[in-house]
């Protein structure tokens, strides 16, 4: 039994295979911790010339997809006996995607995604066939394939064995709100250029420290606004009001 299930509906199921043939989400489907399931949803579209979309009521330049072949794929995809999973429609207008609400998608045992081209969606896809609307950036794409991926990705790395070493899921950036502090590997100095000492000292309280600290600092320089939602110690506010004053000499 899969611990997560992505169906996605979408025009461009090739789109998929590559990203889920990847290390990661591939692996992850060899033990068994998720499965996924690419849904043409042109198949569900049961007219004479098996159109997805049309022209725009009121006029209007670019096309609009239909309503009819999400109900269908939808009626047949849920068992009305069920908890309906969540129906993610992928859109710019829709709320944005955080490592928060990754982590709230992950504890769900499947979710659906909708992936639209075009101008959209018609409105009564949003209205009567997702639950909600997902964005992953305030930008236009040609299609919903990428942020359904995105969210793929995402919310499979925090499905307990997917990562091989789950701590690094909770060391990422944002798993604590706080951008991630610098990484460095082997050798210790190339060209010149020399791994801080203190992440050689085998010293594991003082890389605690610095690690927290810098965490604390790249956060302060680059997404200032993320340290309002965060959980301070005093040892961080001490060490957040010395970078304040070195910025003010
Ligand atoms: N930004 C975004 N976050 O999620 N989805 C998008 C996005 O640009 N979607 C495109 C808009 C028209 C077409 O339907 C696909």
Redesign the pocket.
Known sequence: MATIRFDVLTLFPDMFTGFIQNSMIQKAHEKGLIETRIINFRDYAFNKHRTVDDIPYGGGDGMVLKPEPFFEAIDDLIDPNEEKPPVLL???Q?ERLTQQKVNQLATHSRLILLC???A?FDERIHQYVATEE????D??????EL?AMIIMDSVSRQIPGVLGNTLSAQNDSFADGLLEYPQYTRPAEYRGYQVPEVLLSGHHLRIEKWRRQESLRRTWERRPELLDKVTLTEEDRIFLRQLEDQQGE
């Open positions: 992928m859109s710019p829709g639209g081209h075009y959209g997902i964005s992953i950036g930008y236009v794409l040609t299609g919903g942020p």
